[in-house]
């Protein structure tokens, strides 16, 4: 495709907008396809009302209570799926009291709230606020919290998800964002506790269903292991964010974790964009290919209105989004941003289960309307 332009525009996206208009940026394949951006007289998100189910949606799932207490009140609470990625929390009080295998893919344990130790086949990994915690596919673990307070967003990547790779990394190198070095393994107990002469149940998760096998000891019996495949983790405070300080760079600038027809990225503290013409807040943009998630963490959201640590959004691809108009009229008096959210951009539709729907913030619509 060849690049063509009418009327008002700017040489560079998101830097020296045309007075008395607002960019926003139609673009396929995440950020990484053919990309227009149009200048419009009038916000994007200036609508007076929404008819359908493509709206954008908000939940805050501080409000779900624990799931089933016969699961030391930790069993998951499913929010949003599709064939390809599930997403849930779980606000684990106690410890799990069977072991646990996913058959249908990798996980992510992204640990908003709480402390502890989930033993593995590879050892024994130590969790904390802030920590990615990844797990292969049927690897076998249980998770022991110390905190009474837990909370934890998981991501099932069926089949199977990866780091950004070298290639996928390109200029900015192998080791940006994090280097694998900076992650946390397992790691083996000095001896092996058989505790015989109890059972001990391993539930395996497949095509959503649970079977359970028995043994009369401890199944984490591994003397030493090797090889790539294997629990670890990575905690925020060790991820690096790429910055430019004269354009806004793309969500992709920020990806962690690589799923099948999904990415996973991490926003987190930095300084904002030190040239006077540059945006420095997220800009407007239509999703094409991908429906949007962010989870909110910690920090001060500042393009967003209303929105709190342990809420989510979710955004459906079509829907045109951007900073609030708060945001907007203040990004120039902000040097820095002071926020950690996880976003989660998948291909294919995600579906919310009624579960999510009970703690959802029906006007969050209207929260881009001025007030």
């Known amino acids: 495709m060849y690049l063509y332009h009418q009327g008002k525009h700017t ?16 673009g396929r394949q995440g950020f990484f396809g053919p990309v227009s951006h149009l200048y419009h007289r009038r916000p994007p998100t200036d609508w007076t009302r929404f008819d359908g189910p493509l709206r954008p949606h908000a939940f805050d799932f501080t409000k779900l ?105 390109g200029l900015i190198g192998v080791h940006a964002l994090f280097d694998m070095s900076a992650i946390t393994l397992p790691v083996l107990p000095d001896e092996y506790d058989a505790r015989e002469g109890q059972e001990h149940e391993i539930r395996i998760q497949r095509d959503g269903a649970m079977s359970s096998m028995f043994y009369p000891f401890n199944p984490l019996d591994a003397a030493g292991w090797k090889g790539d495949c294997y629990p670890w983790k990575i905690n925020v405070r060790d991820i690096r964010p790429v910055m430019s300080h004269r354009v806004h760079l793309p969500p992709p600038a920020h990806t962690t974790f690589m ?51 342990g809420m989510v959004t979710l955004h459906p691809t079509g829907f045109p989004h951007g900073p609030h108009p708060k945001a907007l009229a203040n990004m120039n008096k902000l040097e820095r941003t002071d926020e950690i959210a996880v976003m989660l951009d998948t291909v294919n539709t995600l579906y919310t289960t009624p579960e999510a729907e009970q703690v959802e913030w029906q006007e969050y619509w209207q929260s881009w309307m001025k007030k």
């Open 65 to 169: 209570e624990p799931g089933d207490l016969t699961d030391a009140g930790g069993a998951r609470q499913r929010l949003f799926y599709n064939n390809e990625v599930v997403v849930s929390i779980s606000r684990r009080s106690g410890a799990m009291p069977f072991y646990y295998r996913n058959g249908d893919g990798d996980e992510i344990y992204f640990v908003h709230e709480g402390e502890g130790m989930i033993e593995t086949d590879y050892g024994t990994l130590e969790y904390e606020k802030g920590d990615y915690v990844v797990i292969p596919r049927v690897t076998t673990y249980r998770i022991h919290p110390r905190s009474a307070t837990n909370f934890f967003l998981i991501i099932e990547a069926l089949p199977q998800l990866s780091v950004p790779s070298m290639e996928q990394k």
């Open 11 to 26: 040489r560079q996206a998101h830097v020296g907008l045309p007075e008395g208009t607002f960019e926003e940026e139609h």
């Open 259 to 309: 799923l099948n027809n999904a990415i996973v990225c991490t926003f987190l503290p930095r300084p904002l964009e030190e040239d006077e013409d540059a945006l420095k807040v997220p800009f407007y943009h239509r999703n094409a290919d991908y429906d949007e998630v962010l989870f909110y963490h910690a920090g001060d959201f500042f393009s967003r209105d209303n929105i709190k640590p």
